[in-house]
């Protein structure tokens, strides 16, 4: 799979763990859907760690299902791999690498309603069907404007833009 970074990810000091995790690119039209984070007030990609044992499109497949609701994935394509480091919250380790495998998909068929985890829960995460251009443009502002700033918002901003120019063929 090919690199997503505009550059390489760098080690951060102290004891570090590496996490598999996937992503779904999951698009209709000029909309994406994601995950609006109340309490980050931002947008991000379905998806999330890789369990053990799991392989990287059974992963795919149950975050989509979990945080999304939606029944039945298909047509997964690989897009790239996106790594980095960050600070990690827990004690055992001070730093996470974080290796985020991207895949195109499709949904189809009956949603469920989502079972996302207690902590999504609490965090207001939902899924939005979102015009592509007005996240980029939300995750930004927040970007400069905010100090609510999830781990996460640079990464997806970027990965938006990308997702916008070579997927949905627009101007960013």
């Not at 690199?3 to 992503?23: D, E, K, Q």
């Not at 047509?75 to 004690?91: L, M």
Request: hydrophobic share 35%; with cysteine; glycine share 6%.
């Amino acid at each position: 799979m090919r690199v997503l970074n505009p550059t390489p990810a760098t080690p951060l000091p102290g004891s570090c763990f590496t996490r598999p995790a996937t992503r779904a690119i999951i698009t209709s039209q000029s909309r994406i859907l994601l995950l609006y984070t109340q309490r980050y007030d931002d947008y991000s990609l379905p998806g999330g760690g890789v369990d053990e044992g799991e392989s990287l499109i059974d992963a795919l497949v149950r975050e989509v299902k979990e945080e999304t609701g939606a029944r039945t994935v298909t047509n997964v394509i690989p897009f790239g791999v996106y790594e980095e480091y960050q600070r990690w919250h827990k004690p055992d380790y001070d730093t996470v690498h974080i290796v985020s495998h991207c895949y195109v998909c499709d949904i189809c068929g009956e949603f469920d309603e989502p079972e996302m985890e207690h902590y999504e829960v609490n965090n207001g995460m939902q899924p939005q069907w979102v015009e592509i251009s007005q996240a980029i443009a939300h995750n930004e502002a927040v970007l400069a404007n905010s100090d609510k700033q999830g781990q996460s918002l640079l990464r997806e901003t970027r990965l938006l833009r990308m997702i916008a120019t070579e997927l949905m063929q627009l101007n960013f």
